[in-house]
């Protein structure tokens, strides 16, 4: 067989079997199983700590957030440190605000805004890949330390106000735990790599996630998730007039 004829059946063979293999695999039950190792239950209140990290290792900047992630993609979040506090970022859908102390209306922000280091508003408020994201299998990976059996995910944005709209996302083929992610933003430009740390002391929940800036600066910001509980905001909550009138929500 000549190479050219070699390379062409090659391709036809990887043509015919992969979306085979795809279609085997249920994505979106792949990826509801993923995200419950970052959220237990459909509204959830995670307190989160978000540091910046120097190159040793040690904390150059840290933040405290009350996140509740609710259902139908609405999202809010409070600011806890004392530099920050009193402002508030409610996700409705498609529309971002923050609200600030003292201001007469909210202001509508993107998704992209950063909060502090590499973590976005979207970062923090966004918790869910099974409601913003479809995809297909593309292949059987080693990944992770320690190494594991993958699969590695190629998923596209359902959606698009979402921040990230193409992830390539890698999970353990055995428990469906989030190992590793790129982050594409709308020009398909790689914009940041993120790691999924596990509890050490409950392996069933992600304790942190680690952001490599891949675009400006190169640092890495850490997101810790320090607690999280079951937790339904009254449905006011959820309006940004409402987070302007009313000051204080605990």
């Known amino acids: 067989m000549t190479t050219n004829r070699w390379v062409a059946a090659a391709a036809l063979a990887i043509a015919t079997t992969l979306p085979a293999f795809a279609l085997e695999q249920d994505v979106g039950a792949l990826l509801k199983a993923a995200d419950r190792y970052r959220v237990a239950s459909q509204n959830t209140r995670v ?24 259902t139908n993609h609405q999202s809010l979040v409070l600011m806890q440190s004392p530099a920050e506090k009193g402002q ?19 202001l ?27 995809g297909t299998v593309a292949a059987e990976e ?21 921040t990230y709209q193409r992830i390539e996302l890698w999970i353990g083929k055995a428990r469906r735990e989030p190992v590793k ?4 933003v709308q020009s398909d430009k790689l914009a940041k790599r993120a790691q999924f740390v596990l509890d050490g002391a409950n392996p069933n929940i992600v304790s942190a996630m680690l952001l490599q800036d891949q ?15 079951p937790h339904t905001v009254p449905e006011t909550w959820l309006n940004p007039m409402y987070l302007v009138r009313n000051t204080s929500l605990e």
Request: aromatic share 8%; proline share 4%; charged share 25%.
């Open 142 to 162: 080693r990944c992770g330390e320690p190494a594991r059996d993958c699969l590695h995910l190629t998923l596209q944005a359902t959606r698009k106000a979402v």
């Open 108 to 134: 509508r922000i993107t998704p992209m805004q950063k909060l502090l280091g590499d973590a976005s508003t979207a970062d923090i408020a966004a918790m869910s890949w099974a409601d913003d994201y479809t």
């Open 215 to 229: 675009i400006a600066n190169h640092k890495q910001t850490q997101v810790r998730y320090l607690d999280r509980k």
């Open 47 to 70: 307190d989160t700590q978000v540091s910046v990290l120097n190159a040793d290792g040690s904390v150059d900047k840290e933040r405290l957030y009350t996140v509740f992630a609710q």
């Open 88 to 106: 508030k970022v409610l996700m409705s859908g498609d529309d971002f605000w923050l609200v600030l102390p003292g201001s007469q209306r909210p």
């Open 181 to 184: 992610a790129e982050l594409y």
